[in-house]
């Protein structure tokens, strides 16, 4: 059963996968202060896509600035606002 609490472990294990520090992650952290680039969120959005069967594309990332607008968007996307 996919939730906010599903959605955010997710996110906070594919953002350490892709080597930010894990006391760095917060819903207020931006993304350029953990150095997530736009590949990163490509590939982010792939795996949520594929692991979460939530229906995303990379251009949905496109002007989010902090890691708390990437789980609005999956929770928006999953509806679970």
């Given at each position: 059963m996919l939730d906010h609490a599903a959605i955010e472990k997710f996110i906070h294990e594919a953002l350490v996968e892709l080597g930010?520090?894990?006391?760095?992650?917060?819903?207020d952290a931006a993304?350029?202060?953990l150095e997530?680039?736009?590949?990163?969120?490509?590939?982010?959005a792939q795996a949520i896509k594929k692991d979460l069967q939530v229906p995303v594309k990379p251009k949905d990332f496109?002007?989010?600035?902090?890691v708390?607008?990437?789980?609005?968007?999956?929770?928006v996307k999953a509806g679970l606002e």
């Amino acid at each position: 059963m996919l939730d906010h609490a599903a959605i955010e472990k997710f996110i906070h294990e594919a953002l350490v996968e892709l080597g930010v520090d894990d006391g760095d992650i917060r819903p207020d952290a931006a993304l350029d202060d953990l150095e997530i680039d736009s590949l990163d969120m490509v590939e982010l959005a792939q795996a949520i896509k594929k692991d979460l069967q939530v229906p995303v594309k990379p251009k949905d990332f496109d002007g989010l600035d902090t890691v708390g607008q990437i789980l609005e968007l999956c929770y928006v996307k999953a509806g679970l606002e």
